[in-house]
């Protein structure tokens, strides 16, 4: 008899602090859209911006990925967590060098807070990697999943080095190739080789189980795994050699990488039992249409047209944005509604049952507030990017005034989720 | 099938798959149920869709819960079985509509 994935779940303790910390960090980043709307107009490598970005990819996304990684750990490899006191000191330890990090950038100091700073979130993913890969070792199930969610973690940590490389390059340089160029570099490392394959590796597990769908062909993983893998080194040593003809090859090899990938998702989707798709799920859904725009702009900024060399600035930070504050934070989102009421569910109704109401897991939030939340969030998205390729700050003021009030609505259902408490037969 | 063990499946429609919202009767996830009078014992036998589901503890506890109650002086005993391993072609007709299969 095979071991019940429920019995291997982490405490809630070491999850939920990481929904509730990266929730309130996303309505943070709305306000300072509101408030910093040039930040959005310039050149990107400019203190608000570097400020908001990391604010985003380590408060808000990297916090929620590493908490619902340690209960989602246990389900795709089939055994317990290797460490939940790891888990703690991670958590600490991230979400104090994130608020350092952002006030050093921000204050555009590069002096010892933003040492200190870098030197905690390096430390929270030592903790991180450390606990997936010994959590790896223990099991027996060698998967793609598996493949894809270690090599993730291994970016992830060969990212925040390179950060903390560029930080003391930009204090004491020692590197030829310029600022720029290494910027490129550290954001696409954390961007494809962590974002993106850690996303595969989940998703490829959770979506078929969520919709129920039945023998999906995974060479296409396979295949997704090598194009991303081998386009993404290359792309990187480009990069940092300063050869454009490589950085066009090597998005030539991991576009092709990410459609097999989303060829294995639609392929799920038209097998899928379950016919209806919940909230969670049409945001889901709504995340991978939004992965157009980057395809389109990453290859638009590549082959360099003329006609469109005074968006060029403008359309890099529409491209970062697509990515991060388009696909990957309505994803996280979406993901909320499919993760956080289960392990809410499993820890206030274990053992309880027959003594209390048992609501169903989508009873533990609003239905009403989440579609509110996914249209104006649509809205509000769709307005930041006209926001940014006009440079039009009157736009991007709104759009962060309709993000804002998107990720209130969603921690309204987090905290709603989060502080669910039973009630008595 | 005895008039007991037809009891203990209508009974086990009250359990919800909480993903899914049907119940494991529909989702044709109870491949057995003996019911042993003189010894006063039921087994269930009892998958899950995915060997992954994260929900399979709660499914389990819930069953046995309300068999338990509905047969107090009873021994039972849910025994997780993966062969054969779940397909489609377990659901019950309406366990096809309640999921939009028809």
């Given at each position: 008899m095979n071991q019940i994935a429920s019995q291997n779940a982490p405490s809630p303790k070491v999850v939920i602090p990481h929904y509730a910390f990266g929730g309130l960090t996303w309505l943070a980043v709305t306000l300072l859209i509101v408030f910093k709307p040039d930040a959005f107009t310039q050149h990107f490598f400019n203190p608000e911006l570097l400020a908001i970005t990391h604010l985003l990819v380590l408060g808000w996304i990297t916090m929620i990925i590493f908490g619902a990684l340690y209960q989602l750990l246990p389900v795709i490899m089939e055994v317990k967590l290797y460490s939940e006191p790891f888990a703690i000191a991670s958590f600490i330890l991230l979400g104090l060098g994130t608020i350092l990090l952002a006030f050093s950038f921000w204050q555009f100091s590069f002096g010892v807070i933003m040492f200190v700073a870098a030197t905690f979130v390096v430390v929270a993913v030592g903790f991180f990697v450390a606990n997936v890969l010994l959590t790896a070792h223990s099991s027996t199930k060698k998967v793609i999943e598996r493949t894809f969610i270690i090599t993730s973690v291994i970016w992830l940590l060969f990212t925040v080095l390179a950060g903390l490389t560029l930080a003391i390059n930009q204090v004491h340089p020692f590197l030829e190739t310029s600022q720029i160029e290494l910027l490129k570099l550290h954001a696409h490392a954390g961007i494809v080789g962590w974002f993106i394959q850690l996303i595969i590796g989940v998703s490829s597990k959770l979506l078929p189980m969520f919709m129920v769908s039945h023998d999906v062909n995974t060479r296409k993983l396979t295949v997704a795994y090598y194009a991303i893998n081998i386009g993404l080194i290359a792309?990187?040593?480009?990069?940092?050699?300063?050869?454009?003809?490589?950085?066009?090859?090597?998005?030539?090899?991991?576009?092709?990488?990410?459609?097999?990938?989303?060829?294995?998702?639609?392929?799920?989707?038209?097998?899928?039992?379950k016919k209806q798709l919940d909230i969670g799920m049409k945001q889901t859904a709504f995340s991978f249409l939004i992965l157009v725009i980057p395809f389109f702009l990453i290859f638009t900024l590549l082959f360099n047209f003329e006609f469109l060399n005074n968006l060029t600035l403008p359309l890099s930070v529409a491209y970062g944005s697509a990515i991060v504050?388009?696909?990957?934070?309505?994803?996280?989102?979406?993901?909320?509604?499919?993760?956080?009421?289960?392990i809410v569910w499993l820890k206030v109704y274990r053992g309880r049952i027959g003594k209390v109401v048992l609501p169903l897991p989508k009873d533990l939030y609003s239905e009403k507030v989440a579609i509110a939340q996914l249209w104006l969030f649509a809205a509000g998205f769709a307005l930041l990017l006209l926001g940014i390729s006009t440079t039009i700050v009157n736009l991007l003021i709104f759009s962060g005034i309709v993000l804002f009030l998107s990720a209130a609505l969603y921690n309204f259902n987090l905290f709603k989720i989060i502080f669910h408490k039973p009630k008595n037969k | 099938?005895?008039?007991?063990?037809?009891?203990?499946?209508?009974?086990?429609?009250?359990?919800?798959?909480?993903?899914?919202?049907?119940?494991?009767?529909?989702?044709?996830?109870?491949y057995g149920?003996?019911?042993?009078?003189?010894?006063?014992k039921i087994d269930i036998d009892l998958t899950l869709t995915s060997p992954g589901c994260p929900m399979g503890g709660l499914i389990i506890e819930d069953a046995q819960q309300l068999i338990e109650s509905s047969y107090p002086n009873f021994e039972v005993n849910i025994n997780l079985v993966w062969e054969p391993m779940w397909s489609v072609e377990n659901l019950t007709e309406a366990g096809k509509e309640a999921l939009g299969q028809i």
């Open positions: 792309g990187l040593v480009s990069l940092f050699l300063q050869m454009k003809f490589g950085i066009v090859m090597s998005a030539i090899i991991i576009v092709p990488g990410i459609l097999s990938y989303l060829s294995f998702i639609y392929e799920a989707y038209t097998k899928r039992v504050i388009g696909f990957i934070t309505s994803l996280v989102m979406g993901q909320t509604y499919k993760t956080l009421p289960f | 099938m005895n008039t007991e063990e037809k009891n203990i499946f209508e009974l086990l429609k009250g359990v919800v798959d909480p993903e899914l919202m049907v119940n494991i009767i529909d989702l044709g996830l109870i149920v003996t019911y042993n009078e003189p010894e006063h």
